[in-house]
């Protein structure tokens, strides 16, 4: 079974998929039988990627804000 994503035009593995959710663009996913796509596995390293880096910096900013509020 595999995880399609309509936005992405991909077929997830099921343990790509939080919450049947795509990694990639968040948008909701439908269950089927095709084969996972291809380049699955580097699309989704790339999107735990981008949203490690992302929280990273949504941490940065609120540290800072934090220190500007307190100053």
């Known amino acids: 079974m595999t995880y399609y994503c309509n936005e992405c035009v991909m077929n ?3 343990y790509q998929c939080t919450d049947g959710a795509c990694p990639e663009c968040g948008c909701g996913t439908r269950r089927g039988y095709e084969p996972v796509s291809h380049d699955a596995d ?3 390293r790339a999107a735990l990627a981008l949203r490690i880096k992302r929280e990273r910096y949504e941490r940065f900013e609120a540290y800072y804000a934090e220190r500007d509020i307190a100053a």
């Open 12 to 14: 997830w593995h099921p």
């Open 42 to 44: 580097v699309r989704h």
